[in-house]
C-alpha cells in the first residue's frame, strides 16, 4: 500500500490534550499495543513487561530556556526561538534561531534579547537566522530565557513546568523540544528496573523545533525531514550488543532515541557516533536495532505519527489511537503514553530516507 499524507491525519477533541502533567510522573496511563491486542496499563506497570537483560536506551538531552523577546535597534519587537547552538567558543558564540519581526533584520545589526544583552545578527539559513552571542551561550540562556512549551500548551512556562518539563535524567543541554517519553519516569522506577536487571544506556539527541512541524505535502517523498544533531557512545552500543546476545529487547524511550538509535544503524549495524540526522521513517522501514518503542501519543499529519506506523503496524496504530480517544487517554508531551513492539520484519526497507 502507498501511503499519503491524508492516512495519517486523525480527529482529536482539543480536551484530550493534556496541557498539565500529572502530579506523580509515574501516574500516566499506558496503552500496550501488542500486533492487533490493546492492553490498558498504568506506565508504572512498565516494569512488568521488562526481562532482565532487555536494555532501555533514554535520550539524556536538556531543553534549553531558548524563547526570548527583544527589540530591534529600530525598536521593532522580535520574538526568538534558539533552535540550535552551533559554537560556544571564545572565538564563535553562534545560534541558529526562529525569529519573528515585522522586518528581517539586516545582517551586522543587533537585536537587545530580554533588555538584557545584545545580539548580533548573521546571515540567514533559510527558515533561519545566525546570531553571535557576546559570553557563554548556555550561562545567557539559563539566566535569560524562557522555557519553550509546545504550541499546543495554552500557558506559559512556570516553575512547575520548569521541573516537569525535563527528564529526571537529563543531562547535555541542547533541545528546544523535551524527549517526552522519558517525561513518565523517575528515579524510583529507574532504580527499580536496574534492580531486576534491565539496563540503563543512554543517548543524545537534541530535539528541534521541527519535531511539532506537520507534514504539508500529500506525497511523502516530497517532505523534506528537519536535521537533529545526535550522539550514541560507545556505551551504548555496548549495552545493545549485550542484550541482542543474550536475547534481551532493544527499548527505545522516545521516538527520539529511536531515531539516533537507528540513524546510527544504517550500515547494518549499531556503531558509535555523532552525526545529523534527517532519517524519514515510513511505513515499509525495517528497523535495524530497536525491538520495542516508549512513545507518547502524536499529532495528527506528524512524521512521529509516521514513524510509529512503521514500527507497530499501520492498522494497529490506526486502532490503537481510535481506542485511546474512546477511552480518554491523554495525548502529546504532558499526556499519556504507549508500549510498542516491532512488527516491521517482514517488511521491505523502502520506507526511510535521507534528504
Known amino acids: 500500500m502507498k501511503y499519503t499524507l491524508s492516512n495519517f491525519d486523525f480527529d482529536l477533541p482539543e480536551s484530550l490534550i493534556a496541557q498539565m502533567p500529572l502530579p506523580d510522573?509515574?501516574?500516566?496511563?499506558?496503552l500496550h499495543v501488542d500486533g492487533d491486542q490493546l492492553v490498558d496499563r498504568r506506565f508504572s506497570d512498565v516494569l512488568s513487561q521488562l526481562t532482565a537483560g532487555d536494555v532501555l536506551v533514554f535520550n539524556d538531552t536538556r531543553v534549553l530556556k531558548a524563547r526570548f523577546f527583544g527589540a530591534k535597534e529600530t525598536g521593532g519587537k522580535v520574538q526568538l526561538l534558539v533552535e540550535r547552538v552551533l559554537s560556544n567558543t571564545d572565538e564563535n558564540r553562534s545560534v541558529l534561531v526562529q525569529m519573528r519581526a515585522s522586518k528581517s533584520p539586516l545582517p551586522g545589526s543587533k537585536i537587545r534579547l530580554a533588555d538584557a544583552f545584545d545580539v548580533v545578527?548573521?546571515?540567514r539559513q533559510g527558515e533561519f537566522f545566525t546570531l553571535f552571542f557576546p559570553s557563554d551561550i548556555f550561562v545567557l540562556l539559563e539566566q535569560y530565557g524562557r522555557l519553550p512549551l509546545p504550541p499546543y500548551i495554552e500557558h506559559d512556562a512556570d516553575d512547575f513546568d520548569e521541573q516537569r518539563y525535563q527528564t529526571v535524567y537529563n543531562r547535555v543541554p541542547g533541545a528546544v523540544a523535551a524527549p517526552t517519553a522519558g517525561l513518565h519516569f523517575d528515579q524510583d522506577l529507574l532504580q527499580r528496573c536496574q534492580a531486576k536487571g534491565?539496563?540503563?544506556?543512554?543517548?543524545?539527541?537534541?530535539?528541534?523545533?521541527?519535531?511539532?512541524?506537520?507534514?504539508r505535502?500529500?506525497?511523502?517523498?516530497?517532505h523534506v525531514m528537519h536535521s537533529e544533531w545526535y550522539t550514541v557512545?560507545?556505551?551504548?552500543?555496548d549495552a545493545v550488543r549485550a542484550a541482542k546476545a543474550s536475547g534481551g529487547k532493544v527499548v527505545a524511550v522516545g521516538t527520539t532515541s529511536m531515531r539516533a538509535l537507528e540513524s546510527a544503524s544504517q550500515s547494518g549495524q549499531l556503531e558509535a557516533g555523532s552525526d545529523d540526522t534527517q532519517l524519514f521513517i515510513t511505513p515499509g522501514y525495517v528497523f535495524k536495532t530497536v525491538d520495542r518503542l516508549i512513545t507518547n501519543f502524536h499529532l495528527p499529519k506528524s512524521t512521529l505519527m509516521m514513524l510509529v506506523s512503521a514500527f507497530a503496524g499501520y492498522d494497529s496504530i490506526k486502532a490503537a489511537y481510535a481506542h485511546a480517544i474512546a477511552q480518554h487517554y491523554r495525548f502529546f508531551s504532558y499526556g499519556d503514553a504507549m508500549l510498542l513492539t516491532n512488527t516491521s520484519d517482514a517488511q521491505t526497507d523502502a520506507g526511510a530516507t535521507e534528504k
Do not use: I, M, N
Open 25 to 30: 510522573r509515574t501516574a500516566s496511563r499506558l
Open 121 to 123: 545578527v548573521g546571515e
Open 198 to 215: 534491565v539496563q540503563l544506556a543512554y543517548v543524545t539527541l537534541h530535539v528541534g523545533a521541527g519535531t511539532f512541524q506537520p507534514v
Open 217 to 222: 505535502v500529500e506525497d511523502l517523498k516530497e
Open 233 to 237: 557512545p560507545t556505551e551504548t552500543v
